[in-house]
């Protein structure tokens, strides 16, 4: 489970209309999931700082993340 602040990815999409990227922050991160049945990435308004800024928020999500886990059969 991957949490990529707004911020972030807005300041790279600015750097792809500029040209001085390519590849999205989101698709960067997408293209390290091998498993998409385990592994997830979630996008939160906020900054670098989005552990701060949205506690709750992460934590409810990593909550529910890992019951869906546990409900799995592997």
């Known amino acids: ?3 990529l602040a707004t911020e972030q990815v807005d300041s790279v999409n600015d750097m792809i209309k500029s ?3 390519k590849t ?3 698709d960067i991160n997408k293209n390290m999931i091998t498993n998409p049945d385990i592994q997830s990435i979630k996008i939160l308004d ?3 700082y989005l552990h701060h800024e949205q506690a709750n928020e992460i934590s409810v999500i990593s ?3 890992i019951k869906k886990l546990k409900n799995r059969d592997f």
């Open 63 to 65: 909550k529910e993340f």
């Open 46 to 48: 906020g900054t670098h």
């Open 24 to 26: 999205s922050w989101e």
């Open 19 to 21: 040209g001085n990227m």
């Open 1 to 3: 489970l991957v949490f």
